[in-house]
C-alpha cells in the first residue's frame, strides 16, 4: 500500500487563556507538519500568520484522500513564491493543514482566536484527514474516542512516524490522541460524528448575551454507552483591548427553577445516549467596570473520559436604558373611603394594571397608552464600484409610533396570513392624546400628577357607550349635557418608585438588567368624593431598544409595487425570465463577493436576509453583476432574486466579518 509521503512531526504547548481568546501554539520541525486548529485565528490571513517564518508551502486538505493519490496543487492555498496564494487564502479553525518548513530548526507558530467546537464534514469509504478535541492530559484512545462511531470503529487510522512515513497505527486500543495534530482516519459511511461528548448551543460556537439576552440554553450530548461525569468550569478573562473583565455567570440546573452563581466547577451526570439541557446566564448587575467595551470570558467543557471542548462567552452593558418598557402594576391595597385613615388598606385580592414606558436617548420616560412597531425602510444608492447596481445607504430599521395617522407610511414589522402588520401593544387603564412626560428619573423615581380623563373620553369609567344615560346627551338625545350630570372627569396622580430588591422575589436572572421594579402608588379623584389612593408594586421589562417615538418615514424607500418610487434602471424588468432558470451562487460560504451563475439579462431585485428573516439588504442587480457581501456579519442568509412576478430564495453562509 501507498501512501502519502509527507514528514510531519508537532510539539503542542498548551493553550494560554485571553479573555475570549485562546493561544494555541504549535512547534513547528524542518519538513512537514499536519496540524489542526483549534481557534479561529486573528489575523486569518496565511500572509500574516506566516509573514516571519520560514514555511515554504501549506496545504488544506479539502477533499477525500484516495491511498495511491498524489498531491494536487488545488489543494495548494500558500506559497511565498505566488502572491496569488500569499494574498488570498485564510485559515479557518476546526480545519487541518499541512505546514511545510525548511531549514534545520524548529519553529514555533502562534495562533490566537476564539475557540471553535468540531463539526467534522466525513466522507465515506475513504480517508479523512481531521483531528480531535482532547484533553492534553488526558486524552482518550483512539478506541475509546471511536467507540460510539461504528463507521469508524476499529478502522484504519494513520500517523507519522520518525521517519516521516505515513504508516498504521498498530494498537488503536493503547495509543493516545495528541492535541492539536491531524490524523488520516477511514470512514467506512457517511457520518456525523464529532465526539463522544457533543455540545449544542444556539449561535453555533459561543454564547454572545450582548445587551439584552440574558439566558440561554445549552444541550450536552453523550454518545457513548456509559454514563459521563462532565464538568463545566468558567476561566476569569486576562484583560485584552475591549475586554472589560470576566462575564459574571449565572446558572440554573436541568430539573431547578432558582438561578445560582456560577463562578466554580459545575458537574452533571448524562446517562448514556441521553441529552441534558443546561441553562447558563448572566447577572449584568456584577458587570460594573462600564458600558464601553464587552465583558469576555470562556467555558471548558470536560468529561472523565478526555474530550475537552471550551466556549467563548461575552456580554455587554447597555449604554443607557432608552427604548421600550412594558410590564403591569399589582394593585393590593386601597383606602376605605368612609374611614378616617385615608391610607391604602390590605385588600381582598390584587388588581394589575398594564404599564407602558418608553425612555428616549436622554432619559426622558413617557407613560404609553399604545404604541405600534413598524418597519422603516433603508434608503439605497448606487455603488461606487458600479453604478449600474444599487446598494444601502442607510439600513432600514424597526419603529415605534404612537400617532395612528403615521401607521399607514410604514411597511410592516411581522407576518400575519402572509401578510406584513405591525406590531401593536395597549393597556385600556390610560387615555391620552399625547403621551406625557414623567417627572423624576428612571431607576430612581417617576411620576405624574395630573392624568386627565375627561368626562367625555370612551375610556371614562363613568361613560358608558351603549347606556343612554352615559353618553352625556338630552333627552332627546341632540344637545350635550355639561360635566357632572351623567359623568365626571376623573384626574389621576401616580408614582413609581424603584427599589434594587425584587419586590415579587421572583428570583428571575435579568433582574436590575432588563427588568426593574418598586412600588406603585396612585391616587384618583372624581371617582368618589373623597380621593381613592391604591397601592402596590410594579414590574417592568425591556422589549425593545429603539430610543426614539413617531420617526419620520424615509421619502423613496420603498420598491415600486409597494407605491414609492425607486431609480429608473430598476424598472426595466425582462418578462417573467426566472420562472424556467435554475440560479446558482457562488463562492458559498463567501467573505466579500458573491456571483450569481444563470442569471438572464436584465435588472433584478435583491434581497438578503438573516436568519432570523429580517432584512438586512436590498439592491438592484443587473445580470453579470457581483454583490458586495463585505459589509454583512458572519452568519447564515437568505438571498431573494426576484424579476418582480417570480422569486427564488438561496441560502449562503458569510463566513468573516
Avoid at 384626574?491 to 432588563?514: I, V
Wanted: hydrophobic share 35%; charged share 20%.
Amino acid at each position: 500500500m501507498k501512501y502519502f509521503k509527507l514528514c510531519i512531526l508537532l510539539a503542542y504547548a498548551p493553550i494560554v487563556l485571553q479573555g475570549q481568546l485562546l493561544n494555541q501554539v504549535f512547534t513547528l520541525e524542518p519538513g512537514w507538519n499536519s496540524i489542526y486548529l483549534e481557534v479561529d485565528p486573528v489575523p486569518k490571513e496565511c500572509a500574516a500568520i506566516f509573514e516571519n517564518l520560514p514555511v515554504q508551502s501549506v496545504w488544506a486538505w479539502a477533499k477525500q484522500f484516495e491511498t495511491t493519490a498524489e498531491s494536487g496543487l488545488d489543494w495548494l492555498i500558500y506559497h511565498p513564491g505566488q502572491p496569488g496564494l500569499t494574498d488570498l487564502h485564510q485559515l479557518q479553525g476546526g480545519k487541518s493543514y499541512l505546514v511545510q518548513i525548511s531549514g534545520e530548526e524548529a519553529v514555533e507558530l502562534n495562533l490566537k482566536g476564539k475557540p471553535v467546537l468540531p463539526r467534522l464534514s466525513w466522507q465515506s469509504d475513504t480517508f479523512n484527514l481531521a483531528g480531535f478535541h482532547v484533553d492534553k492530559e488526558n486524552a482518550p484512545t483512539f478506541s475509546d474516542y471511536f467507540a460510539s462511531a461504528p463507521e469508524l470503529v476499529g478502522n484504519e487510522v494513520l500517523m507519522m512516524d520518525s521517519e516521516g512515513d505515513w504508516t498504521p497505527i498498530q494498537d488503536l486500543e493503547q495509543n493516545r490522541i495528541e492535541k492539536g495534530v491531524s490524523y488520516w482516519v477511514k470512514c467506512d459511511r457517511f457520518t456525523t460524528f464529532n465526539a463522544p461528548l457533543e455540545l449544542e448551543l444556539e449561535q453555533d460556537n459561543c454564547l454572545i448575551f450582548g445587551t439584552s439576552i440574558v439566558e440561554q440554553p445549552i444541550r450536552l450530548r453523550n454518545y457513548s454507552t456509559s454514563a459521563k461525569q462532565v464538568n463545566l468550569t468558567p476561566y476569569p478573562a486576562e484583560l485584552v483591548a475591549g475586554n472589560l473583565g470576566e462575564v459574571a455567570l449565572i446558572r440554573k440546573e436541568p430539573s431547578g427553577t432558582a438561578w445560582e452563581t456560577f463562578d466554580d466547577v459545575w458537574q452533571v451526570e448524562i446517562e448514556p445516549n441521553s441529552v441534558v439541557e443546561l441553562t447558563i446566564g448572566v447577572d449584568r448587575t456584577q458587570l460594573q467596570n462600564g458600558s464601553d467595551g464587552t465583558y469576555q470570558s470562556l467555558i471548558e467543557v470536560k468529561d472523565d473520559e478526555g474530550t475537552q471542548l471550551f466556549v467563548p462567552v461575552s456580554a455587554s452593558l447597555p449604554t443607557d436604558r432608552a427604548g421600550l418598557w412594558v410590564g403591569y402594576a399589582n394593585l393590593d391595597a386601597v383606602n376605605y373611603v368612609n374611614g378616617l385613615d385615608d391610607s391604602p388598606q390590605p385588600a381582598a385580592s390584587a388588581f394589575q394594571l398594564r404599564l407602558i414606558l418608553h425612555v428616549d436617548a436622554d432619559g426622558n420616560a413617557r407613560l404609553l397608552d399604545q404604541v405600534t412597531q413598524m418597519w422603516k425602510e433603508g434608503t439605497y444608492k448606487e455603488d461606487p464600484e458600479d453604478p449600474n447596481q444599487m446598494i444601502v445607504d442607510e439600513p432600514g430599521t424597526f419603529v415605534l409610533l404612537t400617532d395612528d395617522a403615521l401607521v399607514s407610511q410604514y411597511a410592516g414589522a411581522a407576518l400575519r396570513d402572509g401578510k406584513p402588520v405591525g406590531r401593536r401593544l395597549s393597556t385600556p387603564f390610560f387615555s391620552f392624546d399625547t403621551p406625557p412626560l414623567l417627572s423624576g428619573g428612571f431607576e430612581e423615581e417617576l411620576s405624574v400628577d395630573s392624568l386627565v380623563i375627561s368626562y367625555d373620553d370612551p375610556l371614562n369609567p363613568f361613560k358608558h357607550q351603549y347606556h343612554p344615560d352615559h353618553n352625556n346627551l338630552d333627552e332627546r338625545f341632540e344637545e350635550p349635557l355639561p360635566e357632572g350630570l351623567e359623568s365626571y372627569t376623573v384626574t389621576r396622580s401616580l408614582r413609581l418608585q424603584f427599589t434594587e430588591e425584587d419586590p415579587e422575589n421572583l428570583n428571575l436572572p435579568g433582574w436590575g438588567d432588563n427588568q426593574v421594579g418598586g412600588l406603585y402608588s396612585e391616587t384618583i379623584a372624581g371617582i368618589h368624593r373623597q380621593a381613592l389612593k391604591v397601592s402596590g408594586s410594579f414590574r417592568l421589562q425591556r422589549i425593545s431598544t429603539i430610543n426614539r417615538l413617531d420617526e419620520p418615514p424615509t421619502p423613496n424607500a420603498i420598491f415600486p409595487e409597494e407605491g414609492i418610487a425607486t431609480p429608473q434602471s430598476a424598472l426595466r424588468f425582462f418578462e417573467h425570465p426566472l420562472i424556467d432558470t435554475d440560479l446558482t451562487i457562488f463562492p458559498n460560504p463567501v467573505d466579500q463577493k458573491l456571483f450569481i451563475k444563470g442569471l438572464p439579462e436584465g435588472i433584478y431585485q435583491v434581497k438578503i436576509s438573516d436568519i432570523n428573516g429580517k432584512l438586512v439588504s436590498r439592491l438592484f442587480l443587473s445580470s453579470g453583476n457581483q454583490i458586495n457581501t463585505k459589509a454583512l456579519q458572519a452568519g447564515t442568509y437568505f438571498l431573494q432574486v426576484s424579476d418582480g412576478f417570480s422569486s427564488q430564495t438561496i441560502q449562503f453562509i458569510k463566513i468573516s466579518n
